[in-house]
């Protein structure tokens, strides 16, 4: 069949049924000239190359994205990682962004939440609410979303090693406001090999860790099925220093270790795969971003195809979202980093995200102010609807530097998996000290890269101005740690204390049977059982998980 054939199949058959439920945007998209702009071209040459490697958008294998229309039909979710403080101020926070055209929330926890401490623990003094918002308990939950009605709007929760409690918390939340389970969607990042790997906010080993996880799949197919149950993240992986290469390498054998542990747990491939997604960086070197993106797409579809058996179109799917680069952040003159912003947020539309966070100019600095925050919205805002890129799918599809470079970080990935594969898998290999030795090894040529004028960072190694910062600053008040600590206290006081010792109880018995624990985490937070109660008995029963020393 020529491509001109498969082009009319792809119309009919791929494409007409997508737009008769979710019509485009416009009914003719043109540039500013009245150049009229087709929703996809396809080129002129070796038509089977290009059907294998490229085909149609909203087909395998997926390069040119996972919808037919993409952002012809509606703009990807603009997703603002925020949270600071209480609940109270990241309500406030949250509600600003909604009216500011916020499309989807996106939660940053404190560290204490991030490893399953309440507020009122010992440990967690002079961290509490510092990074992120402090939750401890269901009250907590249920003033971070007040007024935000939880089955109209998508929320994204960047918490790992906890993520069963905070999921737990959610659904709790969302009964409280009628909204049944059913009506959910979002996501947990719940992406513990990565911690392991690059983030460190881990609390169990490896295989408790891992039953985890798939009780959350097997407990959302069922009970909240529209929910990401995992966001496989690559961010944190670039974050700690390796090449757009390893960040899309050991995002997919971390994926692959996940698939094959909901396998061996009795799921069905097709049954969970269309809730897997996953999280990427957007560095500064454009070309290389746009083409990791599609890359990334093409490897997924195959490795679910050919590895796992997947029958299913989404299972094959590789929906994601993008965060900007934090690291290429400068206090140096931080205006500049509204540009490295728009680059980077730039590169992920055109590599066809699904949702975006945009970073502040000054979170290299302090936790970014409603004005920073604000630009950082409008700087997704101004590319949707005033660049025009989002008009046509894959517009830079057939440029001879983009294919090139999208098989050529292809080809490198599929090597490193190869290695990894012969290591004995993901969690075999970060246990060798494989996948952190080489993130290090990337990290430090950078440095030296930096440090010698090799490359250009502008503003740090060239282009140094003296200066004196005069922006506005966000502090977070220190009182809001003996508030936090006097509300546990309270809630400590009147809730039934024979419930939530019995509770615990069974979640101790359970934890140590192959039961699915999520039922019984649900029922625990509604009964005002806190998040560190629950993580602790956990840790009692399943130990912490301690880094090897490398050499």
């Known amino acids: 069949m020529s491509l001109d054939d498969e082009q009319k199949r792809w119309e009919e058959q791929t494409r007409q049924p997508v737009l008769k439920r979710f019509p485009e945007r416009k009914a003719e998209f043109q540039t500013g000239s009245g150049i009229p702009l087709p929703p996809v071209l396809t080129p002129a040459g070796d038509e089977a190359a290009y059907l294998e490697t490229l085909g149609f958008p909203g087909e395998y294998p997926f390069t040119r994205g996972v919808q037919p229309t993409m952002f012809r039909g509606r703009f990807w979710t603009m997703r603002q990682y925020a949270g600071y403080a209480t ?19 996106s939660v940053a926890f404190d ?56 999921l737990a918390m959610y659904i709790a939340v969302a009964k409280r406001q009628g909204v049944e389970t059913k009506q ?22 490896p295989q408790p860790s891992m039953r985890l996880i798939t009780d959350i799949f097997r407990f959302c197919q069922t009970d909240v099925p529209h929910w990401n149950t995992i966001s496989i993240s690559g961010y944190h992986i670039r974050e700690a220093g390796s090449t757009a290469v390893q960040e899309v390498a050991f995002t997919m054998a971390n994926a692959i270790a996940y698939v094959q542990a909901a396998i061996e747990a009795g799921l069905d491939v097709d049954d969970f795969a269309g809730q897997l997604s996953f999280f990427f ?23 679910m195809k050919e590895r796992f058996g997947a029958k299913k179109p989404a299972s094959m799917m590789l929906r994601f979202h993008t965060q900007t680069g934090g690291s290429t952040l400068t206090a140096q003159q931080p205006e500049n980093n509204v540009v490295r912003v728009t680059l ?34 409008r700087t997704q805002q101004i590319i949707a609807h005033e660049s025009g890129v989002a008009d046509t799918v894959d517009p830079l599809a057939g440029s001879y530097v983009i294919e090139h470079l999208t098989d050529e970080i292809e080809r490198r ?13 993901a969690q075999a290999a970060i246990e060798q000290g494989y996948v952190q030795g080489e993130i290090q090894e990337a ?12 490359e250009t960072l502008v503003g740090v190694n060239a282009f140094q101005v003296e200066e004196k910062l005069d922006m506005e600053r966000l502090a977070v008040d220190p009182s809001i740690e003996v508030g936090q600590r006097d509300r546990l206290q309270a809630l400590r006081q009147r809730r039934d204390a024979g419930k939530v010792s019995e509770l615990l109880a069974q979640l101790d018995t359970a934890s140590r049977s192959s039961d699915n624990l999520m039922p019984l985490l649900v029922a625990c937070v509604e009964t005002d059982v806190t998040l560190g109660e629950i993580c602790n008995t956990l840790r009692k029963v399943w130990g912490e998980y301690r880094p090897p020393a490398f050499l």
């Open 413 to 425: 990935a599929n090597e490193y998996i190869a290695r990894i594969d012969s290591l004995g898998g």
């Open 111 to 166: 560290l204490p939440t991030q490893i399953g401490y309440d507020s009122d623990d010992p440990i967690a003094m002079g961290e509490v609410g510092k990074v992120g918002v402090a939750i401890s308990s269901l009250d907590d939950m249920a003033a971070l979303f007040r007024d935000i009605p939880l089955g109209k709007v998508s929320t994204s929760m960047t918490i790992n090693a906890p993520a069963a409690v905070l």
């Open 344 to 377: 980077q947020a730039l590169a992920a539309v055109l590599g066809g995200t699904q949702s975006l966070h945009t970073n502040s100019m000054d979170e290299a600095l302090w936790l970014p102010t409603e004005r920073s925050v604000r630009v950082a919205l």
């Open 443 to 454: 990290a430090y040529r950078y440095q030296r890269a930096m440090e010698t004028r090799d």
């Open 281 to 303: 960086n957007a560095h500064n070197n454009f070309l290389e971003e746009v083409a990791k993106f599609r890359a990334a797409r093409r490897i997924w579809a195959r490795l």
């Open 184 to 205: 959910l969607r979002g996501t947990i990042q719940n992406d513990i090999l990565k911690e392991y790997i690059a983030r460190g906010t881990y609390i169990f080993p």
């Open 87 to 105: 609940a109270e101020d990241s309500n406030r926070r949250y509600r600003y962004l909604l009216e500011q055209g916020q499309t989807g929330l």
